[in-house]
T-cell receptor, first 113, second 120 residues
Framework: AAGVIQSPRHLIKEKRETATLKCYPIPRHDTVYWYQQGPGQDPQFLISFYEKMQSDKGSIPDRFSAQQFSDYHSELNMSSLELGDSALYFC????????????FGPGTRLTVT | AQKITQTQPGMFVQEKEAVTLDCTYDTSDQSYGLFWYKQPSSGEMIFLIY??????QNATEGRYSLNFQKARKSANLVISASQLGDSAMYFC?????????????????FGKGTKLSVKP
């Protein structure tokens, strides 16, 4: 069965650079969530999209932006990277509003040096 | 205030024994969902089990069962017959109702996790 795809899996950037993380949800999943998990921390919700519209916002810094495209894939854009942005970034998707399970992708490990 | 509390930072269990991982939650919503995820050292988040707030029976999935005590707001995970491959971080999570049944919408709120180590 198809799973959530995230790319790249690993990314190394320097401070003040920009990064773009991509998420391809499971086919026919219309809702995408982004989470950030710092080292030794629990995942924290950043932002979500439903049917290509932003549906909820969590603790996402102003330096970050995200969108969901017509094919339902989503991109998280991160600018002016800081050392504290080093984390595992997960994307998760939902089939529809009647489905409870949130399927997680393998994550993108971002290291800022 | 913490919405999801996992009071056991680390747990040890002997292989083949059962283990209970504790989780308490705080919500004023009537409709919500409770989840357990496993995160091995490789980093992926693996869905284990789900309990909806309106479900009257405790959820079970193979060796995993969820001991749901609504009045106490607890949702403990029971792993029977532990295996070495069960060694991982376990997260309890909640999704509060934003419409839909059993908290089917909205982001997950995670606890701090419990690191389970299975001893041979």
């Amino acid at each position: 069965a198809a799973g959530v795809i995230q790319s790249p899996r690993h990314l190394i950037k320097e401070k003040r650079e920009t990064a773009t993380l991509k998420c391809y949800p499971i086919p026919r999943h219309d809702t995408v969530y982004w989470y950030q998990q710092g080292p030794g921390q629990d995942p924290q919700f950043l932002i979500s999209f439903y049917e290509k519209m932003q549906s909820d916002k969590g603790s996402i810094p102003d330096r970050f932006s995200a969108q969901q495209f017509s094919d339902y894939h989503s991109e998280l854009n991160m600018s002016s990277l800081e050392l504290g942005d080093s984390a595992l970034y997960f994307c998760a998707s939902n089939r529809d509003r009647s489905s409870y399970e949130q399927y997680f992708g393998p994550g993108t490990r971002l290291t800022v040096t | 205030a913490q919405k999801i509390t996992q009071t056991q930072p680390g747990m040890f269990v002997q292989e083949k024994e059962a283990v209970t991982l504790d989780c308490t939650y705080d919500t004023s919503d009537q409709s919500y969902g409770l989840f357990w995820y496993k995160q091995p050292s490789s980093g992926e988040m693996i869905f284990l089990i789900y309990q909806g707030s309106y479900d009257e029976q405790n959820a079970t999935e193979g060796r995993y069962s969820l001991n749901f005590q609504k009045a106490r707001k607890s949702a403990n995970l029971v792993i029977s017959a532990s295996q070495l491959g069960d060694s991982a971080m376990y997260f309890c999570a909640m999704r509060e109702g934003q419409g839909g049944y059993g908290g089917s919408q909205g982001n997950l709120i995670f606890g701090k996790g419990t690191k389970l180590s299975v001893k041979p």
